[in-house]
């Protein structure tokens, strides 16, 4: 599938993506990607983030490819059992944060756990990192086969944002580039 037949809705995570941050970079050199804003990127409400994403799903007048960071990775999983199906054909999950067990989360984000680990029903690509400050990468392994993902090794790649130096992240470009080709 090419990115110019499909519907790219990117997911940021806590606090949103500024206009540094590579997702905000995707939004607008994707053609037909756009960032489905949440109300409220700082206080997130599990339910209102869920149902913000269903909405942009049924809401495509093509087929759906998720772009998802962090937060947006647990909200995305969350609410994928309400997609109307066979309209999401991939998703790529980057830096799921561990909401169940990281305590260096603010008390609002791990309000969205427990985490499914239900098979996702569409080709899904988990990218993870070695030094996530947020997960291990042995526990993002764990989720992804939940999920029924494909895994990814970023390396030591931090949290994949602007801190740990990720603006546009051309790596990660490359990566969404093969993984489109083997969406139908």
Known sequence: MKTG???ILILPGFAGSGEDHWQARWASRLRT???VEQADWHNPDPEAWRSRIVAAVEEATRPVVLIAHSL???AAVEAASRFPKDVVRGAMLVAFPDIETCQDLPASVRSFAPVPRDRLTFPTLVV???TDPYCSYERAEEFATA???EIVDAGEAGHINIASGH?????GMMRLAGFMQTIN
């Open 5 to 7: 037949d499909c519907d």
């Open 33 to 35: 990607g756009r960032v």
């Open 72 to 74: 947006g990775v647990v």
């Open 128 to 130: 993870a990192s070695r």
């Open 147 to 149: 999920w029924g993902a």
């Open 167 to 171: 603006g546009p992240w051309p790596e």
